[in-house]
Each structure stands twice: as structure tokens, then as C-alpha cells.
């Protein structure tokens, strides 16, 4: 599966912008994908707990935004959603398109807890 190793990537991204920001921990990682990334959304939600395991990415929220196929026709200069497995462009059918989106897996944003929610000062007698 490789979706656990994809999961620690991630991780480890998320870390290094908590420790550059000094937040303690991790609330939520966001993250889009497209459906020719070969990744399995599904496999994903359930490697995310395991890999954020012992890291400031535990008990995290992971998000996922899928985002569509697109192609753009270097006949009529169209740029358009397209079938996953039909790339032709759809409106005048010409079959040497170019993948313009669709194949991502991007780090999208990174929720931080701050360091004063984290740890409250208690107040003084």
C-alpha cells in the first residue's frame, strides 16, 4: 500500500511547517487529488492514522479534495474537464491533448494549534 508511504510524506511536510511556526501540533492536513494520481482516496483515510502515529500530525483531521481531469487541444485551443479515461477533447474530438490537470496529489494547506491553546497558562490565586 503505498498510500501509507504517500501519508508520511505528507507528515513530514506538515511537520516541517509546524516546527518553522513553532505550533506543537497538527489539526488538519489538506490535501488534492486528482484521479489519474494512482492514488487511492480510500486507502489513504485509512493509512492517515497509522503513519500520523507518534508525530504532531496524531489525531489530525485529514482532507480531501478531489479535482477533475483536464485537458487542453492544441487543435482549437479549448481547455476542458475530460473523462478519465477518454482524454479526447471534447469539443472537436482531436486525440493529441495535453493532461492539464488531474494527476496531482498537492499538500494544500496545514491547520496549526498555537501554542497558547495548546498549553493554557493557569491563571494566578
Not at 500500500?1 to 497538527?26: K, T, W, Y
Request: hydrophobic share 35%; net charge neutral; proline share 9%.
Amino acid at each position: 500500500m503505498h498510500e501509507l508511504s504517500l501519508c508520511r510524506s505528507l507528515i513530514r511536510q506538515a511537520s516541517r511547517v509546524a516546527a518553522e511556526h513553532g505550533a506543537p501540533r497538527i489539526r488538519c492536513v489538506s490535501v488534492r487529488i486528482g484521479p489519474l494520481s494512482g492514488v487511492e482516496v480510500e486507502l489513504m483515510r485509512e493509512a492517515f492514522p497509522l503513519a500520523s502515529r507518534d508525530t504532531p500530525a496524531e489525531g489530525a483531521r485529514l482532507e480531501i479534495a478531489t479535482s477533475p481531469v483536464r485537458v487542453h487541444c492544441p487543435r482549437c485551443g479549448q481547455e476542458a474537464e475530460a473523462r478519465v479515461n477518454d482524454l479526447t477533447c471534447p469539443r472537436c474530438g482531436h486525440w493529441q491533448t495535453r493532461l492539464t490537470g488531474g494527476d496531482e496529489l498537492l499538500l494544500v494547506s496545514v491547520d496549526l494549534a498555537s501554542p497558547s491553546t495548546e498549553f493554557p497558562v493557569p491563571s494566578s490565586p
